[in-house]
T-cell receptor, first 113, second 113 residues
Framework: ETGVTQSPTHLIKTRGQQVTLRCSSQ?????VSWYQQALGQGPQFIFQ???????GRGNFPPRFSGLQFPNYSSELNVNALELDDSALYLC????????????FGEGSRLTVL | GESVGLHLPTLSVQEGDNSIINCAYS??????FIWYKQESGKGPQFIID?????DKRQGQRVTVLLNKTVKHLSLQIAATQPGDSAVYFC????????????FGTGTRLTIIP
């Protein structure tokens, strides 16, 4: 148990729909990062939030957006879903930006039909 | 560009034997490396890390070796146990300040009883 919780654990959407995934960070952690993991691949960095501000973004289109709340929980929103968005979405929290250990949640598995 | 690759996608080891998982990276600017273990249906779990000013670091039953000359790192697991069966990823950090991890595709380690 890492103390990072994600919801929902599984969901199915159709192309063109929108989805919101949620993450509660570990107590005391103010940084949340989101990763996309396609089947059989390593996780790919989407973006990171530090103290409610985006702090770095990977090669993902603008239809991937996020938020971080004052309690440091976070949301990942994906608009206009495409089939290739089917993946495991992982949230990781950490304490600050000093290269500390990332603690991953169990992920939200999104299937787009 | 940045890439982290693994030499072998699968590895089978007899229980009790030692295993070695290899990883090559291409970004010479990377200065922090982490090994993660991912069991089926779970998020990645931190195993061990190493900074570029070191060439070896030991944990409990695990050792990470870093060879900056050839941009290679390895994870050695001693006296393997059935619970070591998982996918192992190496990841590199090239930008302290946003902790973006670049993951490889992973090596599936299977421990044979």
């Amino acid at each position: 148990e890492t103390g990072v919780t994600q919801s929902p654990t599984h969901l199915i959407k159709t192309r063109g729909q929108q989805v919101t995934l949620r993450c509660s960070s570990q107590s005391g952690h103010n940084t949340v990062s989101w990763y996309q993991q396609a089947l059989g691949q390593g996780p790919q960095f989407i973006f990171q939030y530090y103290r409610e501000e985006e702090n770095g973004r990977g090669n993902f289109p603008p239809r991937f957006s996020g938020l971080q709340f004052p309690n440091y929980s976070s949301e990942l929103n994906v608009n206009a879903l495409e089939l290739d968005d089917s993946a495991l979405y992982l949230c990781a929290s950490s304490k600050g930006l000093a290269g500390g250990e990332l603690f991953f949640g169990e992920g939200s598995r999104l299937t787009v039909l | 560009g940045e890439s982290v690759g693994l030499h072998l996608p699968t590895l089978s080891v007899q229980e009790g034997d030692n295993s070695i998982i290899n990883c090559a990276y291409s970004n010479s600017a990377s200065d922090y490396f982490i090994w993660y273990k991912q069991e089926s249906g779970k998020g990645p779990q931190f195993i061990i890390d190493i900074r570029s000013n070191m060439d070896k670091r030991q944990g409990q039953r695990v050792t990470v070796l870093l060879n900056k000359t050839v941009k290679h790192l390895s994870l050695q697991i001693a006296a393997t146990q059935p619970g070591d069966s998982a996918v192992y990823f190496c990841a590199e950090v090239t930008n302290f300040g946003n902790e973006k991890l670049t993951f490889g595709t992973g090596t599936r380690l299977t421990i044979i009883p």
